[in-house]
């Protein structure tokens, strides 16, 4: 079991907007930054979000994250198929067990 | 641009020795600022913390891994290795190498850069 919860899959159509959520605690969110990648299998996990909520040099501006208490939000807006991937959060978790933490992940399909 | 690629064998047998390396190009792993990671990811499932090391050799592992885990470097060659004894099937999984960024009160730019990632598969 993941330290961050994340939901398994969320879907939508080409051109929609759509919202990933990542839940945890007091421990992890609630006090550390908190960071969004992109996978698509085979290839090199990417850097989307960091901060809570920056860019990093190259990602547009249809991609958005925010944090509230001890949960995150990825946005992704005008939904385009290669966005199609899997999306995870990360942090760091100050608890006994400590050290980075990431969600489970959530499958995004553009239907 | 930072890269990194990941190598080692693909295929384990339980009880021994999984080993990898990470090379990285476009960057320095001596020139400090950053730490270097090992993530794994078993199949169908979400991302694992391995452990990270500095330049300097200081580490932080996994509470979960950390009496199996080493995690080195060589400045020379401008690579960090992973090693992972007494293996067993649970181990089999990508094995991810990446690039962290050190926090400040001010922020975290995560782990920017990662490697493809190489499959390790533990079976006899």
């Known amino acids: 079991q993941s330290v961050l919860t994340q939901p398994p899959s969320v879907s939508a159509a080409p051109g929609q907007k759509v919202t990933i959520s990542c839940s945890g605690s007091t421990s992890n969110i609630g006090n550390n930054y908190v960071c969004w990648y992109q996978h698509l299998p085979g290839t090199a996990p990417k850097l989307l979000i960091y901060?809570?909520?920056q860019r990093p040099s190259g990602i547009p501006d249809r991609f958005s994250g925010s944090k509230s208490g001890t949960s995150a939000t990825l946005g992704i807006t005008g939904l385009q198929t290669g966005d199609e991937a899997d999306y995870y959060c990360g942090t760091r978790d100050d608890s006994l067990a400590g050290g980075e933490v990431f969600g489970g992940g959530t499958k995004l399909t553009v239907l | 641009q930072v890269q990194l690629q990941e190598s080692g064998p693909g295929l384990v047998k339980p009880s021994q020795t999984l080993s990898l390396t990470c090379t990285v190009s476009?960057?320095?792993?001596?020139?400090?600022?950053?730490?270097w990671s090992w993530v794994r990811q078993h199949p169908g499932k979400g991302l694992e913390w391995i452990g990270y090391?500095?330049?300097?050799?200081?580490?932080s592992y996994n509470l979960s891994l950390k009496s199996r885990v080493t995690i080195s470097v060589d400045t020379s060659k401008n690579q960090f290795s992973l090693s992972l004894n007494s293996v067993t099937a649970a181990d089999t999984a990508v094995y991810f190498c990446?690039?962290?960024?050190?926090?400040?009160?001010?922020?975290?730019?995560?782990?920017?850069?990662w490697g493809q990632g190489a499959l390790v598969t533990v079976s006899s």
């Open positions: 476009g960057d320095s792993i001596s020139s400090g600022g950053y730490y």
């Open positions: 990446a690039r962290v960024a050190p926090r400040s009160p001010s922020g975290w730019r995560g782990f920017d850069y």
């Open positions: 901060d809570n909520n």
């Open positions: 090391i500095y330049y300097s050799g200081s580490t």
